[in-house]
């Protein structure tokens, strides 16, 4: 048990915890009606809940927490249009962008519409080839140039269903779909790897900030426009050459864009929910808008589940549930993100931005600090490359640590060999993570599993649109009810500041203004690159 103090309604689910500490999980899993319960699908996604550490009591205590927290209530104030994102008084409607929230506000959901149908005309136009550069050309490269939640959901969708099939063609970005880039570090090998080989004439660059005030993705902006223009000189074709999408149309047009190419996201969208919108563009144009469309049904069919299945069948719900219970009463100090399918590398990555920027908090939604656990660290890795690494620390290290495994069904190369081994590891890793074994020889003491590990296994029927759409929502869904649960904003995310505050006085002190004042970790640091930078960089 965690020795920090537990969350408001936690007294019977204590108790449990210790009763749960010492019951194996294979007496878990031989009681079939826990089993039934812990089953559920929707969109083509069957989530199995069966290796998660609960019995039968656990589960109805979690879900008698889920009604005192009154988390259905604060779900659809949220569907509504509540402005429940309090520091930063704004409301919070994604789902929306899929016409996944009937009750949002009409003019809201009319204004979705309307910019959709301005990115679609954009979209056929430039996969028909009807748009085109400044020497009439039709564009064949699209730079992507954004950062966290304007980067991270396109890059996942592009990688996971626009890459070739079997017969070599592309899935469903189709011959007269841009090769598309993404370019989000300030690293300049990030920008200029990309550039190297493009032809300005054929190349179409998307901006991508919110704020439009982001550093990184200020400075790829800049570079790549000095780029363009060194090798065209032609300042007016930049209005055909680059396109935004920003929720600060003011700074968007300083920065030379043409206004009719500066596509909107609004307030009510935060970074890391927004792939649904005009930030996925680069989906849209890799993929078609039919689709779009159907990533959007994928997306909209989690929302309809959110809001009608009952408490105990409603996925987002219980892995919420379940994952809350890890970290508060199990003390798994981390989520291990294991994609069994290589379209679904980046998936850790973008879990990573959506859960801990959303629930890695630690005062309450009233100010206060919580003096029990959040959001775990979650990292991860794909397919069985990890079984020959870090998997060793997951079955005879000493942390504690949930799992979820994410494989899919379908063999869509049609080579089963390959893929039967992939699905067999997947399962196989999740059953020695939850019963371990254990050697009857004493000498053999280092070949003991221990097991008991906490994991869900999700399985997709196949990977095309609706169930990455679905998947996506649902985790997005799981994380609104764990920060109800622990009664955090899951909205906000103010520790990123204070970074990017500290990296100001810091970036102007490596050009030679006076350092003096830093702490002497800082000062050192900055005195060393000095002795190493040529007098005049
Ligand atoms: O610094 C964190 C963050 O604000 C994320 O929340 C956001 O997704 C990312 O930076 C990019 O912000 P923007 O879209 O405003 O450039």
Redesign the pocket.
Known sequence: MTNLSTPPHWEALIASANRIETTPSLMLLQDHTRNSALRLATGGCRFDFTRQRVDQQILGELLALAEKTQVFAKRDAMFAGETINTSENRQVLHPALRDGAPKAPAPLRAQVQATKGQLYELVENIRSGRYTGYTDKAIRDVVHI?????HLGPELAVTALGKPNSKGTAALGTDSSPNIHFVANVDARDIALTLAGLNPETTLFIV???????LE?QLNATTARSWFLERTGNIEAIGQHFVGVTANVELAKKFGLNEERIYPLWDWV???FSLWSAVGLPIMLKLGTEAFEEFLAGARNADEHFLKASPAENIPLIAALLATWNTVALSCDSLAMLSYDQRLALLPDYLQ?LEM?SNGKSVSVDGEPLPYRTMQILWGGCGTNGQHAYHQLLHQGTSRFAADFILVGQDDLHRPEHHQWLLANGFAQGQAMTLGTQPEAKDQAHKRVLGQHPSTTILLDELGPEQLGCLLAVYEHKVFCQGVLWNINSFD?WG?ELG?QLALPIFAQMHGKDASDQDPATRHLIDYYRSLRPADS
């Open positions: 954004g950062i966290g939640g304007s991508v900030s919110k704020s439009f005030g982001t993705t935060g970074g890391r931005q920027e995310q990123v990017k």
